[in-house]
């Protein structure tokens, strides 16, 4: 797995969790991903998972995941377990990537397996690049350049779809106002990073490069 990777080659993915913090004992009760090659949804992973616990009202009515769907979900460790395979060979990308790489990493050290790909938050170089949004919450976003959408938010398979676009939207951006027809993965990375006033001289040095 490399950065270099072109950045249309990724799998975006979302939890859905029972809290913020894995450290403080919150499991994820949904994953969803998108798999897109050169642009292209190739394939999609989406799975409901038992933490072994009742889940809050609040995640309840947050989510729309109840404890009664929960009940006949498999365990997290075997549904972490295939998408360790889903993922493999590729960089991810996640909407409040911080957030979602807490919790892969926590999942995936309980049953003793890793990943290779690089992670970029969307959010970060949503931030850079859409400075006049009003936020940059992912609904926010999606309303903000008029992708369309189901409305359907909070649960992991429509919120990686809804970051999905909003990232080709993001490359398409890149390409029709800076002229970058193919960043790769690691300038992606660099620019999420970024100080907000340095983005375009820092645009403007990827354009021949």
């Known amino acids: 797995m490399t950065t270099q ?22 499991r994820a009760i949904e994953i969803g991903a998108v798999k897109m090659d050169n642009g292209i949804v ?14 809050s009202s609040f995640i309840e009515g947050y989510t729309g995941i109840t404890n009664q769907m929960l009940q006949t979900a498999p365990g997290c460790d075997e549904v972490m377990d295939q ?8 960089n991810l990308v996640a909407h409040n990537a911080s957030f ?6 926590a999942e995936l050290q309980q049953i003793g ?13 949503a931030r850079r690049l859409y400075q006049q949004a009003p936020n940059h919450k992912l609904g926010t976003l999606v309303d ?16 990686s779809e809804m970051t999905a676009k909003l990232w080709l939207n993001i490359l398409e951006d890149l390409n029709s106002d800076y002229q970058i027809s193919m960043p790769t993965f690691l ?7 970024t100080a ?3 983005v375009p001289s820092f645009l403007r040095k990827q354009i021949n490069r």
């Open 42 to 55: 190739i394939d999609r992973f989406q799975q409901l998972m038992n933490p072994g616990f009742r889940v």
């Open 113 to 125: 397996r890793k990943y290779d790909g690089k992670f970029t938050c969307s959010m970060l170089i």
């Open 5 to 26: 990777q072109a950045a249309n080659t990724v799998i975006v993915l979302d939890f859905e969790t029972t809290g913020l913090s894995p450290n403080m004992g919150d």
């Open 83 to 90: 998408f360790a395979d889903f993922i493999a060979g590729y």
């Open 187 to 193: 300038m992606m990375q660099k620019l999420s990073k």
């Open 100 to 105: 979602d790489q807490r919790f892969l990493d």
């Open 144 to 159: 903000y350049k008029n992708i369309d959408n189901d409305g359907v938010f909070h649960r992991a398979l429509a919120d």
């Open 196 to 198: 907000k006033a340095s």
